[in-house]
């Protein structure tokens, strides 16, 4: 019983070092050497905030510390300051240059003060306190995330081609993780022991990693507006009288110059391309034609794909069609062929040649 009991204290102590190391050298690495990637910087001050926190608690390891309400209720009242912090995050990724000095006041400040009330006076009202704003606070920022991740990916779906690492879709599960990591932390305050650190440790780690991986291969789009722009007056012009004659040119200038061919074509490209403005060409697909400029774009890569696939003379793989007709992501062409025929692409391949 004894050796067990050490062995799990030993674990626990090696977890909460990888963990510190964990969040110290990416966070350095992430805040200072990542060049402008502002997303990955205010990650980057996130982790460090983490590691140094990680770091705080080996206080808890003096007798003095974790026997006494005043110093341990305060190591954990500084452990809240990361939430408003993991909040920043999310914001700057829909929200580019949300990320500000005097929005991490804002965020903190309420935090900082009660934090400083318990300090001085020891009364447990200035606690209670954070851990209130600290879940109104979470509850506020997810329903507020979760109802813009859908602005966003419908953004991303009428100005981009493609949605590979470019949706934000894992967000939700960043906020999921984060509920986790609170959850974790709640126990291991209500239920101190070194089995509880070795799972939070552990755990928390883990998951933040998974955060860490979808956010290096994230591809920030840096003009993301945060209310879609009003569209202006002559562009939408000709839509009212029904006779744009940019639409009407729109899909035979695509398929002669092949422009879906661009597996990272956006609205922007195809609008210089054409020689007009954005919103206009915005307009023409979404109130004429009735389409994203990423579904639109996807049926001339769709097409291109059916024919390639029923080309007896063809014999290239389905990883080959899809690069060949423009898609930038093999499971995309899948998903999309199954969507709009019926069928995989290797089965339509079979029905052909039977």
């Not at 954990?76 to 005097?102: H, N, Q, R, T």
Request: glycine share 6%.
């Amino acid at each position: 019983m004894v050796l067990n009991t050490l062995f799990i204290e030993s674990l626990s102590n090696f977890a909460h070092g990888l963990s510190s190391a964990f969040f110290i050298y990416f966070g350095i690495n992430l805040a200072f050497f990542r060049g402008t990637n502002r997303p990955l910087q205010v990650l980057g001050y996130l982790f460090c905030l983490w590691g140094v926190q990680n770091v705080k608690d080996l206080l808890l390891y003096v007798d003095s510390v974790s026997e006494s309400y005043y110093y341990s209720t305060l190591l954990l009242s500084f452990d809240m300051w990361a939430v408003p912090f993991c909040a920043l995050f999310l914001l700057e990724i829909l929200y580019p240059g949300f990320f500000s000095l005097k929005r991490v006041v804002q965020f903190e400040l309420p935090l900082v003060l009660l934090t400083a009330g318990f300090a001085t006076t020891g009364a447990s009202a200035f606690y209670v306190g954070s851990v209130i704003y600290m879940a109104l606070f979470c509850l506020v920022v997810v329903l507020f995330i979760v109802s813009k991740v859908r602005n966003y990916n419908r953004f991303m779906r009428e100005n981009y081609s493609y949605t590979e690492r470019v949706n934000v879709r894992w967000l939700i599960n960043s906020m999921i993780i984060l509920a986790l990591c609170l959850l974790l932390w709640l126990y291991t305050c209500t239920h101190i022991s070194h089995l509880g650190d070795l799972v939070y440790y552990t755990t928390s780690t883990l998951l933040w990693s998974v955060v860490l991986y979808y956010s290096l291969r994230q591809e920030w789009i840096p003009d993301v507006p945060q209310n879609a722009p009003a569209p202006e007056a002559e562009a939408l012009e000709p839509l009212r009288n029904g006779s744009s004659p940019m639409s009407q040119k729109l899909e035979e200038y695509i398929r002669e110059k092949e422009l879906f061919l661009n597996a990272k074509l956006s609205l922007n490209d195809l609008a210089t391309e054409m020689g007009t403005n954005r919103s206009y060409l915005s307009n023409c697909l979404n109130n004429e034609l009735g389409v994203t400029f990423y579904d639109f774009i996807n049926s001339f890569r769709l097409e291109r794909a059916k024919s390639l696939l029923g080309d007896a003379a063809f014999g290239g793989s389905i990883e080959e069609t899809a690069l060949l007709s423009g898609f930038n992501s093999v499971s995309t062409f899948r998903r999309s062929f199954q969507k709009k025929y019926g069928c995989t692409p290797s089965q339509y391949r079979r029905q052909r040649g039977d």
